[in-house]
């Protein structure tokens, strides 16, 4: 890596065992020079980090905090880290098996009362219950004193911590007992070798269950990567060759047939078909192809066989955007994520002072067998709390979430996006392209004294040549389709929010709005009752003048989309107040807000001003999401609390944008928000579900409930809770995999 220039790296986290981790492995990545950022996903282990720091040196820095680092560079890095991850769950569950084998007979025989007395014949087979627990702690919990002797080498600890402390106490004390049982009094002589398997039984297979189900909230990321394509069939010097997608080229000529996927972005040059597109979109029905079409890789050709020329390769690609797009949000924080970490970086020494409180209260206090209250209340304690239930309740519903607003063709730029987009009461709509189908046409035509129809046209036709604004392309075609001639202009000026300006045979022509022929003096009432009929059709109204003259007027309409009413509906339905905003005349858009029930209309605006209107709404308390598709959207679009871009749209929106829709339809900002308030709804029930089972189980394992009830925490239950708290999260978290957009239910 360039020492000198940013550059985001990603790496796979090794030896992580709790959400304490990590604030001390971004930590750990923050202290070398040159990182910008680094944000640890505690669900994925991994690291995603902005540094103009070399990768060695931020692997070093990972190391020397105890645990370890590899970056992840391609699709086969991850499907390495898949491969270890999958071997490290085969291998829990080995340990898991090893250790019930062990613990779980004698936890049956205590249970049944038939445990042989510790004295006499019966010492043997405790001595051997000390050796096969010890090849317990070993084998089966070999990684967590491990991983407890790094923490305390490192001057931390985390939930291996706990883990080695109450089980090693439980085999050390338990095999005291057994060497010199006169150490303690007679009612003290208990031991818990069964305890200590069971427990580490216990937590192995729970992190295998959260292993297996963590899995399942990159679902999304894999279904994208699927849509990668492995070869494509490029044309060179006339021939056909079969190679690897990583050799593909730029303006590479490369042959689709029928039913194969497109390998990387390009332009149609000969043929046409039908394009599934879905797997990217969200819509269904294909979209058709024909010579100057863009196509995308990873859709899938339908039917016809066409060439077409490679625009974007490897990581260019949109697919490959999309997916790195994704896996940034899935491992960002949002607000209520970083709180939890905060907390979850104080939770383990939290626990060790309670335990050693513990401790103190019932070796000063507790009644006999003194020796035996204060071993099993310790560790309890130690062993019932649970850091990664909290650690894990915010990314990993946040990984579902962005997946799932995947599927529906939504890309959420980062967590701070989704948790955010569920707080908006305000939707601002841009009006071209956005609720309109943003391909206009030209509707009517009205002369002014002695022009004629082709004059008008002919002239605003040849001042348009120059522009790029769908409402110049609109009445280009017009002319072309109606078979007029085009003059040439010179001197052309587009002036914004205004129209444009420039000289057709030596005369000065200007094509353009109310305020353009206002501010050129030029008299427009001749056509006031006119133009009042066309904007009540929703119309837009554009008038030419020629030297500074009323010539005649073109009135173009952009038809409405044909979901937009039901998904304004939809919005409205969900509480959220729904503002046109557009620098179209007025009547025109308040004909647009009529036929869809808009609730405000903002029109007339210039391009440069949509910014200062939607600051304008925050700053009378709403919570503004705003939509759009054009470059002069961007600036508003980066102002509004999150902003929608249509994914038709330009790139420059889509990069000022925090959430993406990759299809045209509104339905998308309605879906988008849908699934925000569904992923912080489950945020909040993971959050209370970790405090409380946090909040009420750690005074019950130390003991509160004694002094009134008489009642204790087996230490096996503790060991059970606290595997299956973290198991409960995961699982919670994945029910939004089941999330019904428009229904708005999981």
Same mark, same amino acid.
């Not at 910008?36 to 692997?59: G, K």
């Not at 010179?490 to 420039?502: E, K, Q, S, T, Y």
């Not at 179209?584 to 308040?590: K, L, P, S, Y």
């Given at each position: ?34 990182? %910008? ?34 970056? !992840? ?16 769950? @085969? ?132 279904? =994208? ?43 149609? !040059? ?19 192809? %024909? ?121 959420? @730029? ?48 040849? =001042? ?135 609730? %405000? ?75 925000? @308030? ?8 993971? =959050? ?23 009642? =204790? ?34």
């Amino acid at each position: 890596m360039d020492a000198h220039t940013s550059t985001n790296v990603r790496f796979s986290i090794g030896g992580m065992s709790c959400a304490g981790c990590v604030a001390t492995v971004e930590d750990a990545l923050r202290s070398v020079p040159g990182v %910008q950022s680094a944000t640890v996903n505690f669900a994925e282990h991994t690291a995603d980090v902005v540094a103009a720091a070399d990768v060695e040196a931020l692997v070093k820095a990972v190391r020397d905090a105890g645990y370890d680092a590899a970056e !992840l560079k391609s699709a086969a890095d991850e499907a390495q880290k898949e491969a270890e991850e999958m071997a490290y769950y @085969r291998a829990l569950l080995r340990k898991s098996g090893a250790a019930a084998f062990v613990g779980a007979p004698l936890f049956v025989m205590g249970v049944f009362g038939a445990m042989p007395v510790l004295s006499g014949g019966g010492r043997s087979f405790w001595f051997l219950v000390c050796v096969a627990s010890l090849f317990v702690l070993y084998y089966s919990g070999g990684q967590f004193f491990r991983g407890a002797w790094k923490s305390f080498r490192n001057h931390n600890a985390n939930m291996d911590t706990l883990i080695a402390l109450g089980t090693g106490t439980a085999w050390v004390y338990s095999t005291v007992i057994l060497l010199v049982p006169d150490l303690v009094p007679v009612q003290s002589q208990h031991v818990y070798f069964e305890a200590a398997a069971i427990i580490i039984a216990l937590i192995n297979f729970g992190s295998a269950l959260e292993m297996r189900a963590r899995g399942k909230t990159s679902e999304a990321i894999k279904r =994208l990567i699927g849509l990668q394509a492995k070869s494509a069939r490029v044309v060179r010097n006339g021939v056909e060759l079969d190679v690897a997608i990583e050799q593909v080229g730029l303006d590479d000529t490369v042959r689709v047939r029928p039913g194969e996927k497109i390998p990387v972005d390009g332009v149609v !040059l000969d043929g046409h078909s039908t394009i599934d597109e879905s797997m990217l979109t969200g819509e269904p029905m294909p979209v058709t192809k %024909q010579i100057g079409d863009p196509v995308t890789g990873g859709t899938i050709n339908k039917v016809g066989s066409f060439l077409y020329k490679a625009t974007r390769i490897g990581q260019d690609t949109a697919l490959a955007r999309i997916i790195d797009m994704v896996r940034q949000a899935q491992n960002s924080k949002p607000a209520i994520g970083r709180l939890a970490d905060r907390i979850a970086a104080v939770f383990v020494p939290t626990v060790l002072l309670i335990a050693l409180l513990t401790f103190m209260v019932w070796l000063n206090f507790g009644p006999e067998p003194r020796a035996s209250y204060v071993l099993v209340t310790t560790m309890t304690v130690l062993i019932i709390a649970c850091p990664c239930a909290l650690g894990l309740a915010t990314p990993i519903s946040i990984m579902v979430g962005v997946g799932k607003a995947a599927e529906y063709g939504i890309l959420i @730029r980062d967590g701070e996006a989704l948790q955010r987009a569920g707080d908006l009461d305000t939707i601002v709509l841009d009006k071209t392209g956005t609720v309109t189908a943003g391909k206009p046409q030209v509707v009517a035509i009205e002369t002014a004294a002695e022009w004629t129809e082709e004059q008008v046209l002919s002239n605003a036709a040849a =001042l348009e040549m120059g522009s790029e604004h769908p409402l110049a392309d609109a009445v280009v075609q017009a002319a072309r389709q109606r078979g007029f001639s085009t003059p040439e202009s010179r001197g052309f000026m587009a002036i914004a929010g205004h129209g444009v300006a420039g000289q057709v045979g030596g005369r000065a022509v200007f094509f353009g709005n109310r305020r353009l022929m206002q501010r050129e003096r030029v008299d427009v009432s001749v056509f006031e009752d006119t133009v009042a009929a066309l904007t009540a059709q929703a119309a837009t109204p554009i008038y030419l003048a020629v030297d500074g003259v009323l010539a005649g007027l073109v009135a173009v309409a952009d038809p409405v989309k044909p979901d937009a009413g039901a998904a304004i509906g939809h919005l409205r339905s969900m509480g959220l107040k729904v503002v046109l905003l557009t620098g179209d005349v007025r009547a025109t858009a308040e004909a647009v807000a009529r036929q869809l029930a808009i609730d %405000q209309v903002i029109a007339e605006v210039l391009p440069g001003d949509k910014a200062d209107v939607v600051a304008q709404l925050q700053a009378s308390g709403a919570v503004v999401g705003m939509v759009g598709d054009g470059i002069n959207d961007a600036p508003a679009l980066a102002r509004a609390d999150v902003g929608f871009a249509i994914g038709t749209g330009t790139d420059v929106a889509i990069e000022s944008a925090a959430i993406t829709l990759m299809r045209g339809s509104l339905h998308g900002v309605a879906d988008a928000i849908g699934i925000s @308030r569904a992923t912080v709804r489950n945020i909040h029930q993971n =959050l209370f579900g970790a405090f409380i089972y946090n909040t009420l189980g750690i005074p019950v394992a130390a003991g509160v409930l004694y002094p009134f009830m008489g009642v =204790l925490l087996n230490p096996v239950i503790a060991g059970a809770a606290m595997a299956m708290s973290s198991v409960t999260v995961v699982f919670n978290a994945n029910r939004l995999r089941f999330y019904r957009a428009r229904s708005n239910t999981i």
